[in-house]
């Protein structure tokens, strides 16, 4: 290296934590640990029809084959989204990775990781690219609807621990119709084996 050239620190960071990473694409990345076998986790996240009892967010999953799904979620302003997702690849009880099918509304990937962690259970971590529709002023308009994917991902992630765990989410709506109007499930819809 000649004296000329300066010397910079790359950040060897992952890219949904770096610092300096410019991605085309919006990342998210979460993780939380759950006191349930990570098969059982895998098979609810699985069924993705399911996962409209922890995600706040999905108004409906309309399952069009068994690795081809239609998702339609609330966006900023009273809006709705819809997209097809279709499984690309898994790994039965450790992983599901997905895609938007070509010209969805929201383009997006993803990958769930079911991770055993010993005593504490399984560790589910989740990463997310997707294209916020309007770019970077979509993006600062759902974070101020609370509709960004970062904090929906935390927040549902959360929400599927709470209801693996303890067979329901903690709320606090006083009433079934508090609930229904924030469209908050209240427990598990079949008996855990």
Same mark, same amino acid.
Do not use: C
């Given at each position: 290296?000649?004296?000329?050239?300066?010397?910079?620190?790359? *950040?060897?960071?992952?890219? /949904?934590?770096?610092?300096?990473?410019?991605?085309?694409?919006?990342?998210?990345?979460?993780?939380?640990?759950?006191?349930?076998?990570?098969?059982?986790?895998?098979?609810?996240? !699985? *069924?993705?029809?399911?996962?409209?009892?922890?995600?706040?967010?999905?108004?409906?999953?309309? !399952?069009?084959?068994?690795?081809?799904?239609?998702?339609?979620?609330?966006?900023?302003?009273?809006?709705?989204?819809?997209?097809?997702?279709?499984? /690309?690849?898994?790994?039965?009880?450790?992983?599901?990775?997905?895609?938007?099918?070509?010209?969805?509304?929201? *383009?997006?990937?993803?990958?769930?990781?079911? +991770?055993?962690?010993?005593? !504490?259970? /399984?560790?589910?971590?989740?990463?997310?690219?997707?294209?916020?529709? &309007?770019?970077?002023?979509?993006?600062?308009?759902?974070? +101020?609807?609370q509709r960004e994917p970062r904090i929906q991902a935390r927040r549902d992630l959360h929400r599927f621990k709470q209801l693996m765990e303890a067979g329901e989410i903690a709320t606090s709506a006083r009433n079934r119709r508090q609930r229904d109007e924030r469209n908050e499930a209240? &427990? +598990? /819809?079949?008996?855990?084996?």
């Open positions: 290296m000649s004296q000329q050239q300066a010397f910079i620190p790359r *950040d060897d960071a992952p890219v /949904t934590a770096s610092k300096d990473a410019r991605p085309a694409r919006a990342l998210v990345g979460e993780a939380v640990t759950i006191d349930r076998p990570a098969q059982e986790l895998f098979d609810f996240w !699985r *069924d993705q029809t399911r996962l409209v009892e922890v995600m706040e967010n999905v108004v409906s999953i309309e !399952r069009l084959a068994d690795d081809r799904f239609r998702w339609t979620v609330k966006a900023p302003m009273g809006r709705e989204v819809s997209w097809e997702s279709l499984i /690309t690849h898994e790994v039965p009880g450790e992983e599901i990775s997905w895609q938007s099918a070509d010209g969805a509304e929201i *383009d997006n990937s993803g990958k769930i990781s079911f +991770l055993d962690a010993g005593e !504490r259970g /399984t560790l589910v971590r989740v990463r997310i690219a997707y294209d916020a529709p &309007g770019g970077a002023v979509g993006q600062l308009v759902a974070k +101020l609807f209240q &427990g +598990l /819809t079949e008996a855990r084996a």
